[in-house]
T-cell receptor, first 113, second 112 residues
Framework: NAGVTQTPKFQVLKTGQSMTLQCAQD?????MSWYRQDPGMGLRLIHY???????DQGEVPNGYNVSRSTTEDFPLRLLSAAPSQTSVYFC????????????FGPGTRLLVL | TQLLEQSPQFLSIQEGENLTVYCNSS?????LQWYRQEPGEGPVLLVT?????EVKKLKRLTFQFGDARKDSSLHITAAQPGDTGLYLC????????????FGSGTQLTVLP
């Protein structure tokens, strides 16, 4: 099993550009989530999904959209990038929810100029 | 929002020394997890503690959950360079809507 995979590993954007961060898992996990990690602030939840077709907002959802059309994939979209979105983004999955072991991807490092 | 404070934020020690990392909150958690993150990678779960007062050992790492389930500690004995990394605690709230809250992390560097 590949576990949780994320692409790209690095990305540089200009303010106002859009992009999609890809996340996929092959563990048949129902729960998937996106976090951003900033220095001194730990991991903050952006959006999450408890199953295909179901998504909800986390702690810091503004500026981000998600969708979950399949169990395996959970892409994160930045519609109009801002410098405040410069961060490292992690996708995670678990069998059924936040109260279980989270399996994280390797992360996407994003720089918005 | 439940807050988890970790201390110290940075810790640099020599190989062979012992250290303790603390994770504190004013909120009660149903359980608490500890993750370790290496540069360029995502966090990996080390342990989950569930019962107040619980102590779990993982080789040279000892994890303790406070009696009141508001705090936790991670003690490393005879630290090695391979222990270098970011240690994150994460609390799971009580109730049906179980939410995971991460602490800000402790960056540990073990010098050879």
């Amino acid at each position: 099993n590949a576990g949780v995979t994320q692409t790209p590993k690095f990305q540089v954007l200009k303010t106002g550009q859009s992009m999609t961060l890809q996340c996929a898992q092959d563990m048949n996990h129902e729960y998937m989530s996106w976090y951003r990690q900033d220095p001194g602030m730990g991991l903050r939840l952006i959006h999450y999904s408890v199953g295909a077709g179901i998504t909800d907002q986390g702690e810091v959802p503004n500026g981000y959209n998600v969708s979950r059309s399949t169990t395996e994939d959970f892409p994160l979209r930045l519609l109009s990038a801002a410098p405040s979105q410069t961060s490292v983004y992690f996708c995670a999955s678990s069998y059924s929810g936040q109260g279980e072991t989270q399996y994280f991807g390797p992360g996407t490092r994003l720089l918005v100029l | 929002t439940q807050l988890l404070e970790q201390s110290p934020q940075f810790l640099s020690i020599q190989e062979g020394e012992n250290l303790t990392v603390y994770c504190n909150s004013s909120s009660v958690f149903s359980s608490l997890q500890w993750y370790r993150q290496e540069p360029g990678e995502g966090p990996v779960l080390l342990v989950t503690v569930v019962t107040g007062g619980e102590v779990k050992k993982l080789k040279r790492l000892t994890f303790q959950f406070g009696d009141a389930r508001k705090d936790s500690s991670l003690h490393i004995t005879a630290a090695q360079p391979g222990d270098t990394g970011l240690y994150l605690c994460a609390g799971i709230s009580s109730g049906s809507a179980r939410q995971l809250t991460f602490g800000s992390g402790t960056q540990l560097t073990v010098l050879p």
